[in-house]
């Protein structure tokens, strides 16, 4: 019976290559020279480091474009609020990963109001869906990928 999991994951090796060039545009950019700027990458979040609120939002919009540039999704960036400690402004991101359960009874509920002919069920942070025929496992990659979600989602693990 074919099947495919609905899955919502970052290519961590990626996300690197990006904050690393990110940080190289930093460290060359005349407007940032002397400011001791950075990017790192901690464990689900990423760390910006700056001067200002204003070289944090540039920073941002730096990380978004390298991003984008390697195929990465920014809807799986959660961004907090700018921290200002002394003479330095600092901002986390956090990284998500994983369909959580409420987003996931809610694809299952799309997916059973759809009347397509598809059975699906959340397995952990992914929902598997099977069906007897193919056509409908498209109709179905087809309508979430139509749908307002807001997380990025892959299909996985498509089987016939």
Same mark, same amino acid.
Request: glycine letters at 6%; proline letters at 1%; aromatic letters at 4%.
């Given at each position: 019976?074919?099947?495919?999991?609905?899955?919502?994951?970052?290519?961590?090796?990626? &996300?690197?290559?990006?904050?690393? @060039?990110?940080?190289?545009?930093?460290?060359? !950019?005349?407007?940032? +020279?002397?400011?001791? =700027?950075?990017?790192?990458?901690?464990?689900?979040?990423?760390?910006?480091?700056?001067?200002?609120?204003?070289?944090?939002?540039?920073?941002?919009?730096?990380?978004?474009?390298?991003?984008?540039?390697?195929?990465?999704?920014?809807?799986?960036?959660?961004?907090?609020?700018?921290?200002?400690?002394?003479?330095?402004?600092? &901002?986390?991101?956090?990284?998500? @990963?994983?369909?959580?359960?409420?987003?996931? !009874?809610?694809?299952? +509920?799309?997916?059973? =109001?759809?009347?397509?002919?598809?059975?699906?069920?959340?397995?952990?942070?992914?929902?598997?869906?099977?069906?007897?025929?193919?056509?409908?496992?498209?109709?179905?990659?087809?309508?979430?990928?139509?749908?307002?979600?807001?997380?990025?989602?892959?299909?996985?693990?498509?089987?016939?």
């Amino acid at each position: 019976m074919p099947s495919f999991d609905v899955v919502s994951e970052l290519d961590m090796h990626e &996300l690197t290559n990006a904050i690393d @060039q990110t940080n190289k545009e930093v460290t060359n !950019r005349f407007d940032f +020279k002397g400011t001791n =700027s950075k990017v790192e990458r901690g464990d689900g979040a990423l760390n910006i480091e700056s001067q200002s609120e204003f070289q944090i939002k540039q920073i941002i919009d730096i990380v978004h474009q390298k991003m984008v540039k390697r195929g990465l999704d920014i809807r799986s960036l959660d961004e907090g609020d700018v921290e200002l400690r002394g003479s330095r402004a600092y &901002l986390a991101i956090t990284l998500k @990963q994983g369909i959580d359960t409420e987003l996931a !009874r809610k694809i299952v +509920k799309m997916i059973k =109001s759809s009347k397509l002919k598809v059975q699906s069920a959340i397995q952990g942070e992914q929902v598997r869906v099977t069906g007897k025929k193919r056509d409908d496992l498209q109709q179905v990659m087809t309508m979430l990928r139509e749908s307002d979600i807001k997380l990025p989602m892959q299909f996985s693990n498509f089987r016939d």
